[in-house]
């Protein structure tokens, strides 16, 4: 392919992106004028609003992980009881065996990652299909979470400082009238540092590169199993800053909590752009449709929806993204 011709498919395809990204931001803004007309005395108020922010954290951390494995055309079911898994053993780190709670906190993130390389040696040496092997991974991480635990939650109520993690505001120590929690500012800083990396360096040039042509990206001779392990690795990281926010938040590691998250976060991430088939993605797009997922759950709960209905359409929202992606893929 010439260089004029690959100028110009990357020109289509940062203009799809761009499309893309204003109509998920347009959805995200024609929801909250929905519920704010309907439940105006419930939905815009500053708790409600919080209580928005502070839900989209674990959902935005956990499509952002997600949002790399997909671009290089995978898939990880595991990212949900992942996050719960590093929740557990930050417990475990903590409470259990005593350290101090940088270490905890750095602990649950080595563990994610470590998790995450495991994912990606059975895929790449193993040849096991990433929907197989992150399913396999979901069910066993789920076990061990429950059998070292005994079943039971693991409180955080001696560990001082570990609730500020996602419930202390930095923010509202400064100006009292933004009472910002700490775990919407991790989100963003996750989202900023990711969004350098893939679009920076060689992690993200090479994650858009499996997923656009892994063949050729073999041939020119790089290692491609290498880099897969790498990509799930920092992915399976990510989950373990997921894992530390839902654990203070609730002040607790539930055992039992985590599965269905990776849909909320799948659902995300192709609201927000990213193609299942690989190949396109960004972590802006996967923000607001993170942002899009939080809103659409509060107005519907707001609503008195429930939750079965809040799934039913959950569900018809991923299939009527991806059905748009396969449009939008068609014309290009």
């Given at each position: ?27 995200l803004?024609?929801?909250i ?15 409600n609003?919080i209580?928005?922010l502070?839900?989209?954290t ?12 997909i ?12 996050m ?10 903590l409470?259990?065996?005593?350290l ?8 649950a ?35 061990v ?20 993690i ?14 910002i ?38 041939l020119s ?46 659902a995300?991430?192709v ?18 449709g993170?942002?899009?997922?939080s ?38």
């Open positions: 392919m010439s260089d004029d011709s690959q100028k110009s498919l990357w020109a289509r395809l940062s203009g799809g992106q761009a499309k893309q990204k204003l109509l998920a931001f347009a959805s803004l024609a929801l004028l929905i519920f704010t007309a309907l439940k105006p005395d419930a939905f815009m108020t500053q708790d609003i209580g928005i502070q839900s989209t674990v959902i935005g951390v956990l499509a952002i992980a997600s949002t790399f494995i671009i290089t055309s995978g898939i990880d079911l595991s990212v949900g009881v992942l719960t898994f590093c929740a557990v053993m930050s417990g475990v780190f409470v259990n065996w005593g101090p709670l940088p270490l905890g906190v750095l602990g993130i080595v563990v994610g990652a470590l998790t995450g390389t495991v994912s990606g040696l059975a895929i790449t040496r193993l040849k096991v299909p990433p929907f197989i092997a992150t399913l396999g991974m979901m069910m066993l991480l789920k076990g979470s429950l059998l070292i635990t005994g079943a039971r939650p693991i409180y955080f109520n001696d560990i001082e400082g570990f609730d500020q996602a419930l202390g505001s930095l923010i509202g120590d400064i100006f009292p009238a933004l009472p929690p700490n775990g919407v500012l991790i989100l963003f800083v996750v989202a900023a540092v990711c969004a350098v990396i893939l679009n920076r360096t060689a992690l993200g040039r090479y994650t858009f590169a499996l997923g656009s042509n892994e063949e050729a990206v073999r001779g790089v290692d491609v199993n290498r880099w897969k392990v790498i990509i799930y690795a920092f992915s399976g990281g990510i989950c373990g800053v997921a894992g530390l926010l839902i654990a203070s938040r609730l002040n607790s590691a539930q055992p039992a909590l985590g599965q269905g998250y990776e849909l909320d976060a799948i995300a991430v609201i927000g752009g990213t193609s299942l088939s690989g190949g396109v993605g960004t972590i802006l797009g996967t923000i607001i993170a942002f899009i997922m809103v659409l759950i509060n107005g519907l709960r707001i609503m008195s929806v429930a939750q079965e209905w809040q799934m039913v359409l959950t569900g018809l929202i991923i299939i009527l993204a991806v059905y748009t992606d396969n449009l939008r893929r068609a014309k290009k």
